[in-house]
């Protein structure tokens, strides 16, 4: 129905009732956006100040130094990917040497105190790797499944956790919580170390934190699929249960900032920032979300999009972004070309996406102010994206030609580009404009699959596949397979997305044809959400793949390809062997 049309037939609405408060003095609604606007008014008055204060302490100044802080003196032109065997590793090498790139090998204490690290870590960081792996998998299918009924409804009906509600929600918790979240955990807690120069303290606290978390995912599902859940997206997981995830969260922090405190390193590494502040938002925003009898009405339901967003925007996105900056200078042998841009990135990130979930509630019975303000902060957003894209392109200029012998690379490329893309989209998405077509359609979850997958979940693939022959001192057995893995989870994700978004936006066109009944808009979106299947089937194969290669990697199936077994005695084997 047109906005016209409804003015038309909507009868004369009576005066507002002006509140009073209890002086006695009038209490209009403006009263909150001016509130609003002095309060964005001083923040920005603050931030120029800040922003003085740094240009008179040199802080924009570039810094070479901490750009470099991932490398071992001497390292800098010394190729990276451990996912390469030794043949791959000389190709890549030959493709990515520069002129005067020194040809002594890095400093020898340095590597030492690096092999120290990555040892500290292992347990733990093959602990939460083996659970997201779990997870993917479980959650691939559930998935899948979820898919598959929207256009063959009376699959799978027999049974209540059968039902498509039921069903997705377990996907839902699997994924984000299960494979990203562990994923993530993983990717912290062997970074770290590294980054900081120093062993990582408290492990055993930390596999503690990984078993509270994993037995509250295994619960939250079993609870979804037996009917008792929250009711709030993201947040359907039992509160009773969100007690275990919060201690694990808060478990795992602990050895992390004793970790931080008493570190070696000079320079904080960006990846740092991003990934220290990821793990305090996430328990922050964990906690307060699932507060038992705080959250009610039409504040539950702004609280709700505040957890859901901020989930993507101040847990998977740092951490993801974080390791993009890690692993690709790293993989390249080149440091970022701008550190400042990279600390900018982080900051205006952390400053204005706490409120872009607003716009989730357009139409709702929430302040128009509010709704304004998620808008505005969502555009805002643009800065720490153009941020991280300008600062990736600048440091792969004339260097692309490498993702064709770096598998791992080619995640990360693929993952950043997807992170600038999603991240431009959901701006844009944002706006009144946009989301009358696009509200409550399928065009939403293309949206969020291609952050949630296409950009987090490509990079962790990339991470994984790094990380696992440092921590078990074997090489991938297949390395075939890990061409496989790309290229199957990218062309399932794309069809995923194109297919998801044509058929929503013209969901969304068919809702907003008065003319037309509902019906129509159902109808129009089935041929799209069997593409959407077909897309969801070869991501699904992807992490049989994945998986598989990892089994046969940690159960040493395969040619015996290279170095020590699992946790060898010989730890400096797999380091030394690859770019040192």
Request: charged content about 10%; hydrophobic content about 50%.
């Amino acid at each position: 129905i047109t906005q016209d049309r409804t003015e038309a037939i909507a009868p004369p609405q009576p005066a507002r009732a002006k509140r009073v408060h209890k002086s006695g003095k009038e209490n209009t609604p403006m009263d909150s956006a001016i509130l609003s606007l002095l309060g964005a008014f001083l923040l920005s008055i603050i931030g120029l100040f800040g922003f003085i204060w740094s240009l008179r302490k040199g802080l924009l100044v570039e810094n070479p130094k901490a750009a470099s802080a991932i490398f071992a003196s001497g390292e800098i032109g010394h190729i990276d990917d451990p996912a390469l065997g030794h043949a791959g590793q000389k190709r890549l090498q030959a493709a990515a040497a520069e002129p005067g790139d020194s040809t002594h090998p890095p400093d020898a204490r340095e590597i030492a105190d690096r092999v120290a690290a990555d040892r500290s870590s292992a347990f733990p960081v093959f602990m939460f790797i083996a659970f997201a792996c779990m997870w993917l998998l479980f959650g691939g299918i559930a998935g899948l499944t979820a898919s598959l009924k929207l256009h063959w409804p009376d699959w799978l009906v027999s049974e209540a956790w059968m039902t498509f509600g039921r069903i997705r929600t377990v996907h839902l918790t699997a994924v984000l919580y299960g494979w990203i979240t562990n994923a993530e955990l993983g990717v912290i807690i062997w970074l770290m170390p590294r980054l900081l120069r120093t062993p990582l303290i408290g492990p055993m606290w930390i596999m503690l934190g990984g078993a509270l978390v994993n037995v509250a995912i295994a619960s939250g599902i079993g609870a979804i699929g037996a009917g008792w859940t929250d009711g709030m997206e993201y947040l359907e997981m039992p509160w009773q249960i969100g007690i275990f995830f919060a201690a694990g969260m808060v478990c795992i922090i602990g050895p992390v900032l004793y970790t931080l405190v008493n570190r070696k390193a000079e320079s904080l590494y960006v990846t740092t920032w991003y990934h220290t502040a990821g793990l305090l938002w996430i328990t922050l925003l964990f906690i307060v979300g699932k507060m038992p009898g705080v959250h009610f009405g039409v504040q539950q339901a702004a609280m709700n999009w505040w957890y859901g967003h901020n989930v993507l925007g101040l847990w998977f996105t740092p951490v993801a972004v974080g390791a993009i900056y890690y692993f690709l200078p790293k993989i390249i042998a080149r440091p970022i070309r701008s550190y400042n841009l990279s600390i900018l990135g982080f900051w205006t990130l952390a400053f204005f996406y706490a409120q872009v979930g607003g716009h989730h509630l357009v139409g709702g019975p929430v302040p128009g102010w509010l709704v304004t303000l998620s808008i505005v902060q969502s555009m805002m957003m643009i800065i720490p994206v153009l941020a991280f894209s300008i600062n990736m392109g600048l440091t792969m200029k004339g260097r692309m030609r490498l993702g064709v012998y770096s598998p791992t690379l080619r995640f990360m490329m693929f993952g950043g580009l997807m992170y600038l893309l999603s991240s431009l989209q959901g701006s844009f998405e944002a706006l009144r404009s946009v989301q009358a077509v696009t509200h409550f359609t399928h065009f939403t979850v293309a949206h969020a699959h291609l952050g949630a997958y296409g950009f987090v979940t490509m990079v962790l693939f990339g991470a994984i596949y790094f990380m696992m022959p440092r921590i078990l001192h074997w090489e991938w057995p297949f390395p075939r397979l890990i061409s496989w893995h790309f290229w199957l989870a990218a062309v399932g994700i794309l069809i995923y997305f194109v297919g998801l978004s044509y058929g929503g936006w013209l969901q969304g066109l068919a809702m907003l044809d008065a003319s037309r009944p509902f019906m129509d808009s159902v109808a129009v979106t089935i041929p799209w959400l069997q593409w959407r299947s077909v897309g969801g089937a070869l991501m699904v194969a992807s992490h049989l793949v994945f998986v598989g290669h990892f089994l046969a990697m940690a159960l040493r199936f395969g040619p015996d390809r290279a170095g020590a077994a699992l946790f060898s005695t010989q730890p400096k084997a797999r380091e030394l062997a690859h770019g040192e």
